[in-house]
């Protein structure tokens, strides 16, 4: 696609419940990032990808989180036994590798996930 | 201590005001910085990259001070249209790791 897609594009859950955010890149780029922002608040880093590899989750705010890339291209976040403090917009970005003077990082329209 | 922080703001300016934000970062091996700007329930977008050299974009100057580690974005004659969050965007070295500030929430009123 012409940019990064992320679905759903809002997601209420009850909390205790599973769910999985999807991010599909732009094609050909090799980084991928998730970040979350809570509302009102700034960006809060959670995990970025090289390729399949995830050199950092340093930022995943609990072992509820975790993510995956799969093929070099689409990303899932997933968020075990939701909480209230999950609510938040998931956001993904992703550019074409090194991210330098010439090289943005794109971001997809985010997630929103209410956990009722 | 986080690894890129601003203040949050808000700032709040009159139309034609000159407006400077900082932003400073922790990590010696960061190596590329930009300024993001972010509307309202919107995504983060490109605004510029910050250049060693200092750089001008129009009304917009990003300038980078590597010795005290910190990054300033100057808007000079704000317009209503500039209201926006604007983000400080550092990548360390090897390019792969790209840390957002929190951002800095500007309204430009009439």
């Known amino acids: 696609g012409a940019g990064v897609s992320q679905s759903p594009s809002n997601k209420v859950t009850e909390k205790g419940k599973d769910v999985e955010l999807r991010c599909d890149p732009i094609?050909?780029?090799?980084?991928l990032y998730w970040y979350r922002q809570s509302l009102g608040q700034g960006l809060e880093f959670l995990i970025y990808?090289?390729?399949?590899?995830?050199?950092?989750k340093s930022g995943l705010p609990s072992d509820r989180f975790s993510a995956e890339r799969t093929g070099g291209s689409v990303s899932t976040l997933t968020i075990q036994r939701t909480q209230q403090e999950d609510s938040a917009v998931y956001l993904c970005?992703?550019?074409?590798?090194?991210?330098?003077?010439?090289?943005?990082?794109?971001f997809g329209q985010g997630t929103r996930l209410t956990v009722v | 201590r986080k690894e890129v922080e601003q203040d949050p703001g808000p700032f709040n300016v009159p139309e034609g005001a000159t407006v400077a934000f900082n932003c400073t970062y922790s990590?010696?091996?960061?190596?590329?910085f930009f300024w993001y700007r972010q509307d309202c329930r919107k995504e983060p977008k490109l605004l510029m990259s910050?250049?060693?050299s200092g750089n001008e974009d129009g009304r917009f100057t990003a300038q980078l001070n590597r010795a005290s580690q910190y990054i300033s974005l100057l808007i000079r004659d704000s317009k209503l249209s500039d209201s926006a969050t604007y983000l400080c965007?550092?990548?360390?070295?090897?390019?792969?790791?790209?840390?957002f500030g929190a951002g800095t929430r500007l309204f430009v009123k009439a």
């Open positions: 965007v550092v990548s360390l070295t090897g390019g792969f790791k790209t840390i």
């Open positions: 094609s050909g780029h090799t980084a």
């Open positions: 990808f090289q390729g399949n590899s995830a050199p950092d």
């Open positions: 990590n010696s091996a960061s190596q590329s």
């Open positions: 970005a992703s550019s074409l590798g090194y991210v330098g003077p010439n090289t943005e990082a794109f």
């Open positions: 910050v250049y060693s």
